[in-house]
C-alpha cells in the first residue's frame, strides 16, 4: 500500500481549514529539529529510557507550546534531520495524524484516510520487515489504543450523513476502502499471530519465557515491538467487539492474557483501565455480574489509591473519565446482582457518594428505576459503532447511533425481566423456609406464575463462564421441596488481606499530607 505523503505534487497532505492560514508544512523550528535528531539517534541506540522522556514529555511540551492548534512540520520537511529513514518517518506521521485527531478540527475523510494508509504501512513493516528497535510499551501501547480510537471515530464520522456537504460525500466515495473493519481486524490479529504472544504465554506459565518479568523488553538486544504490539492487540480485538456488541468474541480474545496475575497490561495505565473496562463491561452484557463486579472493584481500588501520581500525565483526564464510568457500571452490577462481600470498604464508600440514590431507585420495579438504569447505562457504555459504509445514494440520514440504541434496548429489556426479581430476593433473604403459597400471596400472584418467576431467578442469576461451565452469581440460593421453598445463604469468608491494604492506603494518605505541610 501507497505510504500517504506518496503524491503526484509531493506535498504533506493539508490541515484542517482552520490551520491552513498560518501553518507552512515545510518550516521546522529549531526545537523540532533537535527533538527529531535526538528521537532518531535514540531509537537507532535502543536507549527506551531517553525515547520515552521524549515521548511522554519533549513531544507533549512541544505540541503545548507550538502546535496548539496547528499540525506539526510534515514528515518530509523533518526526513534530513534523521536521515530520511523509512521507518522513523512512519514513526513519525504516527504521532503527526494522532496530534491532528487530537488538537485541529474539522478532520476531513482524507485525513482520516491518510492516517489509515500510514497505519497499514507501519504495520506492515512490522508483520513483514525485520524490525530492529526497542520502543517504551507505552507508545506500542498508544500505537494499538490509537489506532482502535481512529476507527471508531472514522465510523462515528462517515454516519454522520445529514449535513454533509457534497464535496466531504465524494470524499467518503473517494476512500470507501479506509477503515474496513476487516482490515481492522486483520492487522490486529496478524500482530497477534505473528508475534506468537499466545505462545510466549502458554511458555511463561511453564517458566520457560520471561515475557512479564522482563516487561515485555528483550534484553539480549532484540526487538519488542512485534511482541508488545501483539500482546496489546488482543485488549484491542476486546475493544473492537465490545464496540460491535459481539462479546464473547472480545473476551475470547483477551483470554490468553490472565487478569488475575500481574501482566504487561498493567504496566501502561491507560491499557489497564481499558483492558479492565472493557472486560468488565463485556460480563456484565453477558451477565457475568460477579466478574464484572470483581475487576470492577480491583481497578477502581487501585486508581483510588493511585491516581494522585498520574496527574501529569497526558491520559489524566481519561483516567478520570473511565474512572467515573466504571462506578456507573459497579451500581449496574450490584443493583442487578448484589455482590456486597466483593466490594472494598473504599470503593463502596465511593460508590455511595456517587450513586447511592440510583441504586436505592433501581432497587424497586418501576418506571424511575428504568430511568435510572437508562442514565447509567448510556453515560458508562463504549460508542458503540455500525462498521459498515454508508449506502449514498438513498436519503441522507443520520445513523451513528443506531448502534448505541441496539445495544441499549438489549439491556434495558434484561433490565425488564429482572425487576420483578429484585422482590422475589428481598422477601427470600428474610426466610429459611417459606411455603409457596404464603410467598406467593406476598407477591400478590398465583402459584403458577410464582414457580415461573423462581425458575427465572434461578436462570438470571446463572451464567455460562469462559470454560462453558455454569456458575451462579446469586449471594444466595434456593431449592423447593413439596411446595417448600429452602434458602440457602452462603456464609461470607473474612478477608484478612483486604483489612491490611484499606489500612495501608490510608497510610499512604496519611504520609501524603504530612508532606504537604511546611514547617517553619
Known sequence: MAAPYDREDGLAPAPP???????????????????????????RDKNVYEIHQMYE???QRLSDRLFRDAPWPSAEAVAPYC???????????????????????????????????????????????????????QWLWDMVDEFVYQFQSFCQYRAKLKNKTEDELQQLKQFDKAWNVYGVLNYLQALVEKSMITQILEREKEGLEQFTATDGY?????????????????????????????YHTGLKCLAPIDLNQQGVYTIVIGSHISTIYHYGF???????????????????????????????????????????QMYALLAICLS???????????????????????????????????????????????????????VLDQPLTNYNQDAYRLQLKLFLYEVK?????????????????????????????????????LMTYKHKMHAVDSDGKIVSSADFDFYIVEDIIHVVESKPTKSHGDYFLRQILKFEEMIGELEKVQLD
Open 417 to 453: 425481566q429482572q425487576q420483578l426479581l429484585s422482590g422475589i430476593r428481598s422477601y427470600l433473604k428474610l426466610y429459611s423456609t417459606i411455603t409457596i403459597g404464603k410467598l406467593a400471596q406476598y407477591m400478590e400472584v398465583d402459584e403458577a406464575t410464582l414457580r415461573s418467576i
Open 218 to 246: 528483550d534484553y539480549e538486544g532484540g526487538s519488542n515491538v512485534l511482541k508488545v504490539l501483539g500482546y496489546y492487540s488482543m485488549i484491542g480485538l476486546l475493544r473492537i467487539h465490545c464496540l460491535l456488541g459481539d
Open 83 to 137: 536521515d530520511g529513514d523509512h521507518v522513523f518517518l512512519l514513526l513519525y506521521r504516527e504521532l503527526w495524524y494522532r496530534h491532528a485527531h487530537a488538537r485541529l478540527s474539522p478532520l476531513t475523510a482524507a485525513h482520516r484516510a491518510e492516517s489509515w494508509t500510514n497505519y497499514c504501512d507501519l504495520f506492515s513493516v512490522v508483520l513483514h520487515g525485520v524490525v530492529n528497535m526497542q520502543l517504551p510499551n
Open 336 to 390: 442487578l446482582c448484589p455482590q456486597n462481600k466483593l466490594i472494598d470498604e473504599n470503593v463502596s464508600t465511593q460508590l455511595k457518594e456517587k450513586y447511592n440514590d440510583k441504586m436505592t431507585k433501581m432497587q424497586r420495579y418501576d418506571d424511575e428505576a428504568y430511568a435510572a438504569y437508562d442514565e447509567l447505562f448510556s453515560y458508562a457504555c463504549p460508542k458503540f459503532i455500525t462498521p459498515s459504509p454508508p
Open 282 to 324: 463485556a460480563n456484565l452484557m453477558l451477565r457475568r455480574y460477579v466478574d464484572a463486579t470483581r475487576e470492577f472493584n480491583k481497578i477502581l481500588l487501585y486508581i483510588l489509591k493511585y491516581k494522585q501520581y498520574h496527574q501529569k500525565s497526558p491520559q489524566y483526564d481519561q483516567i478520570l473519565k473511565k474512572n467515573e
Open 57 to 59: 514529555g519533549g513531544f
Open 17 to 43: 481549514q482552520h490551520a491552513q492560514d498560518a501553518y507552512d508544512p515545510n518550516y521546522v523550528p529549531d526545537s523540532v529539529k533537535t527533538f527529531v535528531v535526538h528521537l532518531y539517534r535514540h531509537i
